[in-house]
C-alpha cells in the first residue's frame, strides 16, 4: 500500500483526473491506487519547474490548435521518442473496449518486445511529453495572464483619457454658458443707450450705416431649416 501511495505522489500533477466507473481489483500486472491520482494545479501562473522543460521556444497555438510535434520537438523530446508514443498509443487504441487490464498489458508489452522498444524508453518519453504538455499550459497561462493585465492597464489608461476629456468638454460648455450670460448682461447694460433714442431712430441709423445690419435681413438670409 506504501509503494501504491508513493508512486501516485511520484506522478502527481502529470494526470488529469478521468470521469469513469472505478477500476477492477488490482493484479500481478497492473496497481490500481486507492484513490484519483491528484490534478494539476489551476493556477498555472504560478512558476512551474514544466515551464522550464523547453530547449527552445515553442510554437505559439494558432486558432485554438497547436502543433504538439514542434511543441515536443522544443522540450527536446526528438522523433524517435515521439515515434514510440504514438505507435504505443495507436496500439492500445486498437485493442477491443471490453478487454480486460490485465490482458491489454500482456498484449502490449508482447507487441512492444517483438518491436524490440524498451519499455522505460516509452515510460520516460511519455513523461516527457506530459512535461512538455503541461509547460505548454502554464506558459500560455502566464502569457495569457500578462496579456490581460497589460489590456487592463490600457483600459484603465483610456479610461483615464475620457475622463478628461469629458471633463475638458464639460469645462467648455460651462464657460459658454458663461460666456453668453456675460455677453447678454452686457448686451442688456448698453441697450439702454438704444431704448434711450427710440426704437425709430435706431432703426433708421442702422438703415443708413455701412456698418451696421439689420436683424432682420440677416434672419431672412439665412437658409430654411
Known sequence: MSDKKGWASTVAGWFIERDEPEAPAATDFEEI????????????????????VFQTAPPPPSGGQVDFAAVFGAAGVDQEEQQRVARTTDLLKSLPAGTDA????????????AFGVPIEKIIEATVEEIQALDGYIRNGAADNEKLIQESEARIKQYEQEIQNIRSVMQQ????????????????????????FFGQDTVAQVVKASPKLHDPSDQAAQRPAQ
Open 102 to 113: 490485465a490482458v491489454k498489458k500482456q498484449i502490449v508489452e508482447a507487441s512492444l518486445k
Open 172 to 195: 467648455s460648455v460651462s464657460e459658454q454658458q458663461s460666456l453668453i450670460k456675460v455677453c447678454n448682461d452686457k448686451k442688456l447694460e448698453v441697450q439702454q443707450v438704444l431704448e
Open 33 to 52: 491506487p486507492d484513490q484519483p491520482l491528484p490534478t494539476a494545479p489551476d493556477n498555472y501562473t504560478t512558476p512551474s519547474p514544466t515551464q522550464s
